[in-house]
């Protein structure tokens, strides 16, 4: 019999959680066609989302008022079911404090915006692919 419902035929999802509307749109413009791509406003929204739709990968906004994605990346660190989805940070702050305050969180990645398309899309394959290698090592 032929599981029509297999898992690898099936779009990878996609979480972009940022407050800005217009670069929800333009990242899920970019994305829509490849991936399952849903969003978040805010980071409280974000962490109750991610149970119920399971994402393969989140771009994570870093600066975001109230809950801001730093503190959304370690409350989901502290969670047995998301602590292994990779996160790529977005920021549109590109000094060197910033982003060494990024990376010390050590996500799967980081883009500064707006994100280039083929940056986007790369950069998400190469860590889409990382997260599948390091399931299998497990």
Same mark, same amino acid.
């Given at each position: ?7 690898? =035929? ?43 739709? /399971? ?8 600066? #975001? ?8 990346? /370690?409350? #989901?660190?502290?969670? /047995?079911? #998301? ?20 990376? =010390? ?26 997260? /599948? ?6």
């Amino acid at each position: 019999m032929i599981d029509f419902n297999y898992k690898k =035929s099936a779009k990878k999802k996609i979480m972009i959680v940022d407050d800005t509307a217009i670069m929800v749109r333009n990242i899920k413009n970019i994305l829509g066609d490849k991936y399952t791509v849903f969003y978040a406003t805010s980071g409280e929204q974000a962490l109750h989302i991610i149970p119920e739709k /399971e994402p393969d990968l989140i771009l994570l906004d870093y600066k #975001m008022p109230g809950m801001d994605g730093k503190q959304v990346y /370690e409350e #989901m660190l502290k969670d /047995e079911d #998301m602590k292994d989805i990779p996160v790529i940070f977005l920021t549109s702050t590109a000094d060197e404090k910033t982003i060494l305050s990024i990376l =010390s969180t050590k996500p799967a990645g980081y883009i500064l915006k707006p994100a280039n398309q083929a940056d986007l899309l790369e950069k998400i394959s190469t860590c889409l692919e990382n997260a /599948e290698k390091a399931k299998k090592e497990d």
